[in-house]
């Protein structure tokens, strides 16, 4: 989040442009976490389908009221000891004017809180990707809750809010390659160590049933993604939002064509789960970086973050740790790269004056930026584990193995993704219903469809 | 009479299908089946994962004959199927000792 915008001597006007831009962002952002959850749900077995899909939907309720209630407050409310806000008049968001505009910025309160709002709502979606297939809806509804008052809303004070530590060392996180990549996945994996591996890991194939629905959820991202990005900025009087926005498909473009070509020369074929999965990595990779460096500058970050990523997916096969769809190789290792690359590419011509190694400036740029990686780094991996440790141990974060392999949607929401049953036809029987009237509908066999 | 079974490429059904009408083989059956031979399948590659598919897609195709024509249906049906590459298939023919149609009642040569 960039420091304020100075427009003018007197104090900032309520400009109808950037708060009608910043409601459209908002709404992009929104799309963001439906887009995810068909981005996970393609990736998961037809079993698990639904489960994969609630536990980003169910991010959508969850955080809202929690917002509203403190979670703004603790995020952007006033400064204490650099660590957390808190403003009473943020306290369920009811003691703010209509038209009270944001300090230092044309859009009023409201506007900025709904806007990063749709941001908290997406942070605790991207770590279920790690978890798919194996964890009780109950404990993941108690573990969103209890990681975004501990972990995401301080986490974003610290980036983001007037006071926060990175914030006031000069950590440059445009749109939170920190704050929301970075920090979704360490808790990923912290929370992965603790509640460890899906039935048949590394023995059962795991082929993501549906391509079709990962692509229409990476290109929704996408789409999202400028909200994110490019509304970072909270207004439009000065280009850098656009810079952000051009950056950001420059980066997404070389990220994917990047990730394919590892693919080929790697593995013989141009995958599409390759191509959007390189995609959403360079998405990953600008968020940070995009306010800071050029289009060319953007290629590299895309180009270098691509490749990255498609090496880091295959750690977990090395390592023995079951990222099922691969938070830690996307989200960490691309947030890691995009925050790190500000040191090396930043040109101190568009967000910030701050130069990275390339452009002059040395290697104090970089020393931020790893400050600020490392630092949410090792909180939200530590702080994740124990909340999963602890959660494990009262109510129990998995499913049980029978459940676990007979599928969760099943157990866990009632429901199965897809019926089958009647494709094609089928076959006729004989009606045994009492009269046409009040003929029941034909049971269908209840049969399990798996990939 | 003989059961003649052709599990085949897909692609080719229409190619045998046209072949056997010409030869003048009246009905036929076809069942999508799935299955391998020598070739093993194929590769398929999700986030460099390899995960090894045995089992392709066919088509297998039931032709009811008489003695004296299963020879040439034999011929036929293998040259409508051949591409020469690897998974082309295999025809076979075993003896049938009935067959029986259903609207009519005929048995033998005369139900085919």
Redesign the interface.
């Known amino acids: 989040m960039p420091p304020g915008i100075t427009l003018a001597a007197d104090a900032p006007q309520l400009s109808a442009a950037n708060t009608g831009f910043m409601l459209i962002c908002s709404a992009l952002v929104m799309l963001m976490t439906p887009a995810l959850a068909f981005f996970y749900g393609g990736m998961v077995r037809v079993k698990s389908t639904l489960n994969m899909l609630m536990m980003s939907f169910i991010s959508l309720g969850i955080v809202t009221i929690l917002w509203v209630l403190y979670g703004f407050s603790i995020a952007f409310g006033s400064d204490h000891g650099s660590l957390f806000g808190w403003s009473s008049e943020y306290v369920g968001l009811s003691d703010i004017g209509i038209t009270q505009l944001w300090p230092g910025y044309t859009i009023p309160v409201y506007v900025f809180a709904v806007f990063q709002l749709m941001f908290a709502i997406i942070t605790p979606a991207l770590i279920s990707g790690a978890l798919a297939d194996r964890v009780k809806f109950t404990a993941w509804t108690l573990f969103i809750a209890l990681w975004v008052t501990i972990v995401y809303f301080p986490v974003a004070h610290w980036v983001w809010g007037d006071g926060g530590w990175a914030f006031d060392l000069g950590v440059i996180d445009f749109a939170g390659g920190t704050a929301v990549h970075i920090n979704a996945g360490a808790a990923a994996l912290g929370v992965i160590l603790v509640i460890g591996k899906r039935v048949g890991f590394k023995k059962d194939?795991m082929?993501?049933h549906s391509l079709p629905l990962v692509m229409l959820g990476a290109g929704l991202l996408w789409f999202g993604w400028f909200g994110f990005n490019a509304g970072s900025w909270l207004g439009n009087d000065d280009g850098v939002g656009a810079v952000m926005f051009l950056n950001t498909q420059v980066a997404t473009a070389a990220a994917m064509l990047a990730w394919l070509a590892y693919?080929k020369i790697?593995?013989?074929?141009f995958?599409t789960?390759?191509a959007a999965?390189g995609a959403v990595a360079g998405l990953v990779a600008i968020t940070p970086s995009g306010g800071a460096v050029s289009p060319l500058g953007a290629i590299a970050v895309g180009a270098i973050a691509g490749v990255l990523c498609?090496m880091a997916?295959?750690l977990k096969?090395r390592f023995g740790y079951d990222d099922s769809l691969?938070v830690v190789?996307v989200h960490l290792v691309g947030g890691v790269a995009g925050s790190l690359l500000v040191g090396l590419f930043a040109t101190g011509g568009v967000q910030s004056d701050a130069k990275g190694l390339f452009y002059g400036g040395g290697l104090d740029q970089l020393g931020k930026q790893a400050a600020g990686v490392f630092g949410v780094l090792a909180y939200s991996l530590v702080v994740s584990a124990v909340l999963a440790f602890l959660i494990d141990r009262t109510m129990g974060m998995r499913v049980p193995e029978d459940d676990e392999v007979s599928g969760i949607d099943q157990v866990e929401h009632a429901e199965t993704a897809y019926d089958y049953a009647g494709a094609g036809g089928g076959t006729s029987t004989r009606s045994t219903g009492p009269s046409l009237a009040g003929r029941e509908p034909a049971a269908a066999p209840n049969k399990k469809v798996d990939a | 009479m003989k059961l003649i079974t052709a599990v085949v490429k897909p692609h080719r059904l229409d190619e045998i299908k046209e072949a056997l009408q010409a030869f003048g083989v009246h009905g036929l059956t076809v069942t999508e089946a799935s299955g391998y031979g020598r070739q093993r399948g194929h590769t398929?590659?999700?986030?460099?994962?390899?995960?090894t598919v045995d089992l392709v897609p066919k088509i297998r195709i039931e032709v009811l004959a008489e003695d004296e024509d299963v020879e040439q249906l034999l011929e036929v049906v293998v040259k409508a199927a051949r591409t020469g590459k690897i998974g082309d298939g295999k025809v076979w023919s075993v003896p049938v000792e009935t067959a029986v149609r259903v609207r009519t009642g005929e048995r033998g040569p005369d139900a085919l």
């Not at chain 1, 790697?266 to 074929?269: E, I, K, N, Q, S």
């Open positions: 194939p082929r993501p693919e790697r593995h013989g074929a995958t789960l390759g999965s498609a997916v295959g096969y691969d190789g | 398929e590659v999700y986030r460099g994962a390899e995960y």
